[in-house]
């Protein structure tokens, strides 16, 4: 995971709070992504950037945003987290060569 | 729906035994195929990469094949380690969106003494 660093690695949330994830990035890749991992389920995009304040939806955007205001730092924050959200998240940057993930972090909403 | 599939869901096998994962996917049109190993706690890595001309690719003990008209994929472990306990992963492309991936849920497997 040399590259991308992601924090927290682990956090606990009350229902109805905000909570913003950072992934931090050293290799100066164009695209970065949000993903999350739950049982039984692939990896799903949330979010992804494809630049400088340039950002898409994935396919589960809902109760999600996300900002890029410098290329080396990808935020995704939950407005107000709900108990479906609980999850391991993780960043990831595409260099043309392939992918890099961080090590993920894993949220747990009460 | 998922456009790729993975099976089995997971296995155990005895140290030193090898085994093999399939992944049968629908994404079209199709770019490339890649495999990641993603152990416990950690983000996934990627062990292979095979485009639509490339029928065979190795990496070490892992040997990765693809069928572009069956859109079918396999992963074969030789002489299983227990460090080769982990999840195995594949993830397909289509062209022209090499940068967005769909994954499959993922082999867990378990190597045991």
């Known amino acids: 995971d040399a590259g991308i660093t992601q924090s927290p690695r682990h956090k606990v949330t009350e229902t109805g709070t905000p909570v913003t994830l950072r992934c931090h990035q050293t290799?100066?890749?164009?695209?970065m992504y949000w993903y999350r991992q739950d049982p039984g389920h692939g990896l799903r995009l949330i979010h992804y950037?494809?630049?400088?304040?340039?950002?898409d939806k994935g396919e589960v955007s809902d109760g999600y945003s996300v900002s890029r205001s410098k290329t080396e730092d990808f935020l995704l924050t939950l407005e107000s987290a709900t108990s479906s959200q609980t999850s391991v998240y993780f960043c990831?940057?595409?260099?043309?060569?392939?992918?890099?993930f961080g090590s993920g972090t894993r949220l747990t909403v009460v | 729906k998922n456009q790729v599939e993975q099976s089995p869901q997971s296995l155990i096998i005895l140290e030193g035994k090898n085994c093999t994962l399939q992944?049968?996917?629908?994404?079209?049109?199709?770019?490339?195929l890649r495999w990641y190993k993603q152990d416990t706690g950690r983000g996934p890595v990627s062990l292979t990469i095979?485009?639509?001309?490339?029928n065979t690719k190795s990496n070490g003990r892992y040997t990765a094949t693809l069928d572009a008209d069956t859109k079918q994929s396999s992963l074969h472990i030789t002489a299983s380690q227990l460090s080769d306990s982990a999840s195995y992963i594949c993830?397909?492309?289509?062209?022209?969106?090499?940068?967005?991936?769909?994954f499959g849920a993922g082999t867990t497997v378990t190597v045991r003494a």
């Open positions: 990831a940057t595409w260099s043309g060569d392939g992918y890099t």
């Open positions: 290799e100066n890749h164009r695209y």
């Open positions: 950037s494809y630049g400088v304040k340039d950002t």
């Open positions: 992944c049968n996917y629908t994404v079209s049109p199709f770019s490339n």
């Open positions: 095979m485009t639509f001309s490339e």
């Open positions: 993830v397909v492309s289509g062209q022209g969106n090499d940068y967005k991936l769909s």
